[in-house]
């Protein structure tokens, strides 16, 4: 998703390969995905605009597992591409997704960040859901908490996607994507300090959630 | 990284807030400041900051002064630093750059008669004394002190040189293989071929952009300087640093880009500090500059940028004047672009109005970052902050379209909820012994090339590892009574390194179940769970789908067909419309026993991609009939081959439409009837939708029924 070659992130270091693949062009080799970004561009290149998908999926890093790090885990994402889709759009959407999740008192806000494949890019906070905005130990004192990364599709991406679809044409198309990671929510929603919980499959654990 | 207000505030008196509204108005344009601490009376406050990678150059506090400029519209004044005259010089200092490919310029300036020494408060604009204090940054002497100075002030890595120890003039070139250099960390290092160094004209004395060398260093001792200031490619730079192992401030900046333009203020600023202390130049500062580079870093060519572009991304902002030509002029003119507006009779500008204006942006040196139109409009909407733009939502015409299996992956769940299992996600790897257990075809296991561990060096094949795992954690921990189910993919593949190899993914159920059933409490006591409940539970998840039949059968021992981790007996193949959709049972005792478990574990896995081709039931109600059921029964003797399946297939194959229902009564064994042998009375409810049904009919019906059991071996007890 347009990580220029070289990038630090095309490392192998945190990406888990199948083996026996030496023979094969380095493009074409098998990995376990380490984010659910590459469902975007293989939706865009099935099918021109508009598009608005949701993408749920189960990741994988070459991470070794703590409190707050699994080698599996879940990611949501979404991509919203048509005509006249805004910057104002994008923040509208995850205001609402945010309201729905955490309840309509929930407020955001929208920090400008860096990612590859969006421009311009944002981080997105929410008002603590633990005191309200006041400040507290959870928020750091500050009230707010980060929570996804989203931005504006960049046009180097859309003009991947127009070797196959020429409709994606950044000069009169335009798009938002965003991303979050589902057990980062679930932790924080149901108060849970360890990730490996998630995926202990312990009743006494799992009972609670009936 | 860490920013002094106090220095902030040197280059920018104007600033109308305060430390904490500074910090907040930055981190909202993404100049984070993470932390702030009071330094005390005077002395303002310390900025802790995390600064994205595509701004390195606001990594100092020069370039946070000139975001501060863009928000609050001040001027932020250039730096200069006078320097005094210099002395000529017969020959001057020569700089030649051979890896024009590597270094866009490098400029070298002589300093003569220096004194090293402590370094102190020197001129207003380089109070290296105050500053390094209230940083906590290490002084060493008055030199390396004035390049430190440079870099946090300006962001621009500097280097100095006793010129004494130099043999000639520089030379900027790629490394002679085998060539040795023992940097300033004091390691002795052998060079590659492409390493980019900084040499004279006999050895190198510094790995370019990275660090410098040791035999060339600044000592107490040193009386003349050679200040360098350059620009290397981020590329070499980069290359260079990982080859070496080593991550240094100046390795950080050229990677990602450094100003050009910015090396003759840098050399100026540390000369200046460096005269202080006594001493004098040597000759003009020479430059050495490659146009190649030079065009792409200092003189790009400018960007052409449109306010309907503008809006057309950011969209509505809460503000109902929104963002004007005029705002898109001050903040990209506070940021250091250039802008040329296009004439407003230009075509397409004119029908637009007072939305109509286009520039030529000219880029500044310092911002990389910036290439496209897109990089604008981006900066624009930073600087006039995210949160000034409205909450919309983008029109939607369509309803919405679910994954084609969504539906059933739904259903499958909430049976196997609603039957009192927990949902649990297991691991997706497995040790290769657990896959070649587990495996539907154990050539076809998918090793990966560099696992976590060895439990983890397959991609799971069945979720039954996964299973098992977890049914051992709760044991070990306890807890006696288990029912779970994962829902997840499972993987196979020929991966021999061939070109047309890949890898299969399908969904799969697994259930397993260990303890008692139900939980025991005082008004239930728990039985344990056994094969028939599982059977049970998978007979229910199948029958969410509509099919002509299912069945379950089990195989001879001999017959090499029942999964491994499979009790021998105690099994099950599940067929739907005749098609293998999984298997259940008992775990095999030797795997039990593998894994330290003591209790009978029930396990099943239902392979779903042949599942989810069938559809969904779809109930269809029908009316319920007015008129008089009448129950028949009928007693059979059975031999032990003949199973209820058989029965049962007999009396839907009798297709007699008042048949409503019929179903085992009772069972029942007895020594006495025959070595064998047992009873089943078999209940049958016959009823028409449309009448009572006479005697002879049902006398016709039940003769149907006993043909049928008598055909396929039963007796009928009198």
Known sequence: MNFPPGHPARDTQDTLVVANQERRPLRDRLLLRTHTSPVQMRTMEQQPPPVRIVIPGKVHRNDAADATHSPIFHQVEGLCVDRNITFSDLKGTLDHAMKALFGSAVKTRFFPSFFPFTEPSADVQISCIFCGGKGCRKCKQSGWIELLGCGMVDPAVFAFAQEKQPAYDPKKISGFAFGMGVERIAMMKYGISEMGSLFAGDMRFLGQFV | MRILTKWLRAYLPGLPVDDAQLAEDLTLRGIAVEGIYALGEGNGSLYEMDITTNRVDAMNHYGVAREAAAIYGLTLPELTFALPKPRPCGQPFTVRIEAQDACGRFTARVLRDVTIGESRDWFVGAEVSTYFALLEQKKISNAVDATNFAWLGM??????????????????????????????????????????????????????????GWDTMITPETKNVLVEAAWFDPVAVRQTARRHGLHTDASHRFERGADISAAPVASALVSAI??????????ELVDARVAAIEERTARRKPVALELSEVHRILGTTIDEEGITAASVENVLTALGCELKAEPAERAGLAELGKRGAAWQVTLPSWRLDLEREIDL??????????????????????????????EKEATVRSTLLAAGFHEAIGGTFCSAAEGALTAPQPALVVPLGNPLSEEAGVLRPSLVPGMLAMIAGNLNRDVSDVRLFELGTVFSGAFSNGVGDKVDERPALALGAVGALPEESALHTGRAVDFFDVKGVVEQVISRFEMRGMYFDR?????????????????????ADGVTVGWFGQLHPREAAARKIREAVLVAELYLDRLYKLPLRRPIAREISRYQPVRRDFSLVLDASIQWETIDRAMAALQIPELAEWRVREVFRDARMGAGDYALLLGATFQAPDRTLREEELQAFQTRVKDAVTKIGARLRV
């Open chain 2, 274 to 283: 460096l005269l202080a202390n006594g001493g004098r130049i040597e000759g």
């Open chain 2, 155 to 212: 962001g621009q890595p500097t280097h100095v040189f006793d010129l004494d120890k130099l043999e000639g003039g520089i030379v900027v070139r790629r490394a002679r293989k085998g060539e040795r250099l023992k940097t300033l960390d004091g390691v002795d290092r052998v060079l590659d071929a492409d390493d980019l160094v900084v040499a004279d004209h006999k050895k190198a004395v510094g790995l370019a952009g990275v660090m410098g």
């Open chain 2, 377 to 406: 409009v981006e900066e624009v909407a930073r600087v006039y902050g995210y949160n000034r733009f409205a909450n919309t939502l983008p029109e939607f015409g369509e309803g919405v379209r679910a994954l084609p299996w969504a």
């Open chain 2, 555 to 575: 195989f001879p021992l001999d017959a090499g067909l029942t999964p491994e981790w499979l009790h021998p007996y105690r099994a099950a193949r599940v067929a």
